[in-house]
């Protein structure tokens, strides 16, 4: 882990890094001075960022903030073009605009037993949300799954706040071999108390595990990541469909009954540009990342 941090008192100007700390070979943590979001932000919300006057904007969920310091934190994965140019920013630059905090606030109160299902960057989305159930009274038992062992993040942060982390990895190499939902069945399996399930991360691993809790009718509530351009509700990107019904991730959501949502459409629609982007990502001629 390579850890850079401004060591100045100097004031911060507004959205500029103060810390920038890479977590592993490929998410990067921002920690961000943007008190007027920071006085406001709640679990569940969300973030559209800019990072320069040609930059595109995107979604990033808010993992964690500071009032008394006016900070932010977010965490990304370099997968695309504006990720990487968002990677591409230094401790002491600016980032262009962050609109936020966006989006409905996750429903907190005493359910009971929680479990939280977190998929690779889910869990920064995570966090936030199961310290907020913790603080409300609830028993959080949290279920880490990802690729291999060097991509989990918050291994403490969300042990501070659980009662029990369980991991699997694909490969095996920490906790159980295979997917979260194995796990979460083994505790259903054993008749574990369950009053609710929050299910963060990759949309297929969303789906896949609201089916896993379906027979049983467990409550489970999934944060929808859908392709989002204004975050307002007016430019349409982020529509979903939910029992039916055509709703948009960042002004209904971003959290919906996972049981009630298509995930098949979502999945779908997250493909929609992939060709563009990989054109941008690479340096051609796409118009949607002209920069000239």
């Known amino acids: ?50 990072t320069r006057e040609t930059s595109e904007r995107f979604p990033l969920t808010l993992s964690d903030w500071n009032k008394k310091d006016g900070t932010i934190t977010i965490f990304f994965r370099e997968t695309g073009f504006s990720t990487t140019e968002l990677g591409q920013l230094c401790i002491g630059e600016k980032i262009q605009s962050i609109a936020g905090p966006l989006g409905n606030p996750s429903e907190i ?15 920064a989305a995570a966090y936030p949300i199961a310290r907020a159930l913790k603080e409300a009274g609830n028993t959080v038992i949290t279920l880490l799954g990802a690729r291999d062992k060097t991509l989990f993040i918050l291994e403490k942060e969300m042990s501070s706040v659980s009662s029990a982390v369980m ?18 069945q083994g505790l259903i399996d054993k008749k574990e108390q369950i009053d609710l399930v929050f299910v963060i991360g990759p949309s297929i691993m969303m789906m896949v595990t609201s089916e896993v809790t379906r027979p049983f009718g467990i409550k489970t509530i999934s944060s929808l990541n859908a ?3 204004d975050g307002m509700g007016m430019c349409g990107a982020c529509r979903v469909t939910v029992d039916g019904q055509t709703k948009f991730a ?16 979502l999945i779908q629609r997250l493909k929609s540009y992939a060709s563009e982007e990989k054109i941008a990502l690479h340096g051609g001629n796409c118009q949607c990342h002209n920069h000239t």
């Open 1 to 50: 882990m390579v850890m850079f941090e401004d060591k100045t008192n100097a004031p911060c100007e507004l959205f500029t890094i103060v810390k920038k700390e890479k977590v592993s070979s490929v998410i990067n943590r921002l920690v961000i001075y943007a008190p007027d979001i920071a006085a406001k932000a709640q679990a569940g919300q969300f973030l559209i960022i800019k």
């Open 109 to 123: 109160r005493k359910y009971g037993t929680v479990v939280m299902a977190c998929g690779g960057l889910g869990t």
């Open 167 to 184: 991991y699997s990895t694909d490969d095996g190499s920490k906790g159980q071999k295979g997917q979260i939902t194995t796990i979460l």
């Open 227 to 229: 392709i989002m351009v």
């Open 250 to 265: 960042c002004v209904d959501g971003p959290e919906f009954d996972a049981h009630k949502a298509n995930f098949k459409e």
